[in-house]
Structure formats: C-alpha cells, structure tokens
C-alpha cells in the first residue's frame, strides 16, 4: 500500500503509538472513538484505509467493521500495518529511526512468514490463553437492544457482533442503552488464542477482562483469568 491522493488513511492505535510513528499522511481516530469521530472526521465518498501494528492486531479489522456499520462502503484493511510501512523504509511522521526499523523487524518476518510463529508455538508446546476460554457470552447486533443486567451476569455481560462474527464491542455491567451500539464498549481489550497466560495478565492489571478473537477481529470467547492461575 502507498499512500496515493483521495484515499484516507486512518490510524486506530492509541495516541502513544501514533505519536512515536505513523504512516505520512495518516490522520489519527483510535479504536475507541471510531463510532463517535468518524462520521464528522471522514468523507464517506472517498476510499479509506485502516491500519494498526501489525498482522497480530486487531485494531483495524474491528476498525473496518465499525466503519461498515456507519455506512461505510469503501473500506480496506491494510493488514500488515505499521511494522510492514516501516521496515520498507516508506515515509513516516516523525521520521523512524535505525532502532525502531529494527523493532519491527520481528512483527515484519511475522508478517511475511506466519507459519513460522505457528510452527514454534506448536514445538514449543506452550500453554496458551486458547485453553483458557469459553464462549457463553451473549452475542448481539448493532441494532439490538441491551438486555437488564443481572447480578450474576460475566464481565463483560454480552458481546456486540457484526453478521460475520467480528467483534465491535463488548457490554459491560454499567452500560445501558436501547441500541447495543450505543450502550457497548468499541475498544474492549482483546488478545489471540495462542498468546500467553503472562501475557494475558499482563494486560489484565489495567483491563477488568479480555476478549477473545482471531487477528481478523473474529469473537472466539471470553478468557477465564482464574483458571489459569
């Protein structure tokens, strides 16, 4: 992908990680503020393109999901993300530097070669977070509406999906709206199911859950922190 006049480029990742690096030209809606910026912040008659780190993030298939569901139609989903613009040396703000091109280089081999990951997973025999969960949540669309929470309901208590599966959100005990878009969180915290139970609890010391999905953005479940201690 190279960045051509008429095609919007939109940034998903959090301002850190836009600010450090981001693709020349791109403009910055992370995640979280897809469905309340977009509608003002991009012309829905010119292409538009969604990135995030890398092949293993998320961000912007559920990015591209959102948008769809806004009424966007010409939406594409450059898939191997940041890591791939910056270890071709393309253009970028503020300029990379050597080290960063060579932090990426590992998610960039991952890109090319993703069974190479798969292969050493496999060899390794690790534990991973797949074993770790389970899908009883509550799946609804866009357009349904919240049921009441009770008071034995998991956390998050449903989770917000497109026809396809893709996760656009999750509803967490708090929200109540008529329109699960509106009531759902869009940025629930997310990770893949051969990924680490130390990872996972790394990300759990500032999220209350994690969500399961495949790369694409795909709901798989809800991961059981207790059960993998």
């Known amino acids: 992908m190279r960045a051509s006049v008429?095609?919007?480029i939109v940034d998903v990742l959090p301002s850190h990680e836009y600010a450090a690096a981001h693709i020349r030209g791109a403009v910055h809606i992370?995640?979280?503020?897809?469905?309340?910026?977009?509608p003002a912040s991009l012309d829905r008659t010119r292409p538009v393109v969604v990135y995030c780190r890398d092949c293993l993030c998320d961000l912007s298939a559920r990015a591209a999901a959102q948008l769809e569901v806004l009424g966007f139609t010409d939406i594409r989903h450059?898939?191997?993300?940041?890591?791939?613009?910056?270890v071709h040396g393309l253009p970028t703000d503020p300029p990379v530097p050597l080290s960063e091109r060579m932090r990426a280089l590992p998610y960039f081999i991952n890109n090319?070669?993703?069974g190479l990951?798969?292969?050493w997973i496999r060899r390794s025999d690790r534990v991973r977070v797949g074993e770790f969960m389970r899908d009883d949540l509550l799946r609804l669309g866009p357009e349904d509406s919240v049921p009441p929470a009770s008071p034995?309901?998991?956390?998050p208590r449903a989770v917000v999906l497109t026809p396809e599966g893709v996760l656009l959100g999750a509803i967490e005990q708090s929200e109540s709206a008529p329109r699960a878009l509106a009531a759902m969180n869009p940025a629930a915290q997310t990770i893949r199911?051969?990924?680490?139970?130390?990872?996972?609890?790394?990300?759990?010391a500032s999220n209350p859950y994690l969500i399961v999905t495949?790369?694409?953005?795909?709901?798989?479940?809800r991961y059981l922190a207790a059960q993998a201690q």
Do not use: E
């Open 214 to 221: 495949t790369a694409m953005g795909k709901y798989l479940g």
């Open 152 to 155: 034995d309901s998991p956390t």
């Open 193 to 204: 199911p051969d990924m680490t139970p130390r990872l996972a609890a790394k990300l759990m």
């Open 112 to 114: 090319l070669a993703p």
């Open 6 to 8: 008429g095609v919007q």
């Open 117 to 119: 990951r798969s292969f």
């Open 78 to 86: 450059y898939f191997r993300g940041k890591a791939d613009w910056i």
């Open 30 to 38: 992370p995640l979280r503020r897809i469905i309340r910026d977009a």
